[in-house]
T-cell receptor, first 112, second 115 residues
């Protein structure tokens, strides 16, 4: 059964720091991996999708990497800003692609 | 504007009083899904639907019902709510299955408290 774990559970950093959020999964036979951002009262927003054949994806200051063999993904946030404060979740497909298995998330606070 | 809407956004109810949380999307998506989010557990899928009149259980379907009579709507029904169903609920939609890489659009969430 696929399990997804995210470390750390919470992170508080000063503005400008470069950050690494970690996601691990137990079954390496994944089709893709997605990173989401969750803001209070606003649901989830898709940030990056990495296909199983890819090693990384970039969007602006965000870079996500995928290492299937070790069951790990990292989300790198460059030059963090207070507006990056949110909960970040990773998710992998399961159940014949009919659902996503989510990690519990990393709650990020970036202070000025 | 492409969006998924949920109503109500907040609900406090009592044990055993039937309730329905509505979900509607305006993107002509075939796939819709319900998740619940609890502290420390992430999001867990309750039910999903691949198209009109096609629904199936997710990981935590006990105590919930769904229906898909129209493509745009996917209501979540709690016929006899219990305190362990106190949670934050999200509806999501996409063109194809959740794991195929299509962008998942999530509603803003419904915070339910069952006393």
């Amino acid at each position: 059964k696929q399990e997804v774990t995210q470390i750390p559970a919470a992170l508080s950093v000063p503005e400008g720091e470069n950050l690494v959020l970690n996601c691990s999964f137990t079954d390496s036979a994944i089709y893709n991996l997605q990173w989401f951002r969750q803001d209070p009262g606003k649901g989830l927003t898709s940030l990056l999708l990495i296909q199983s054949s890819q090693r990384e994806q970039t969007s602006g200051r965000l870079n996500a990497s995928l290492d299937k063999s070790s069951g790990r993904s990292t989300l790198y946030i460059a030059a963090s800003q207070p507006g990056d404060s949110a909960t970040y979740l990773c998710a992998v497909p399961a159940g014949g692609y009919n659902k996503l298995i989510f990690g519990a998330g990393t709650r990020l606070a970036v202070h000025p | 504007e492409a969006q998924v809407t949920q109503n109500p956004r907040y609900l406090i109810t009592v044990t055993g009083k039937k309730l329905t949380v509505t979900c509607s999307q305006n993107m002509n998506h075939e796939y819709m899904s319900w998740y619940r989010q609890d502290p420390g557990l992430g999001l867990r899928q309750i039910y999903y639907s691949m198209n009109v009149e096609v629904t199936d259980k997710g990981d935590v379907p006990e105590g919930y019902k769904v229906s898909r009579k129209e493509k745009r709507n996917f209501p979540l029904i709690l016929e006899s709510p219990s305190p362990n169903q106190t949670s934050l609920y999200f509806c999501a939609s996409s063109f194809s299955g959740a794991g195929l890489g299509d962008t998942q659009y999530f509603g803003p969430g419904t915070r339910l408290t069952v006393l």
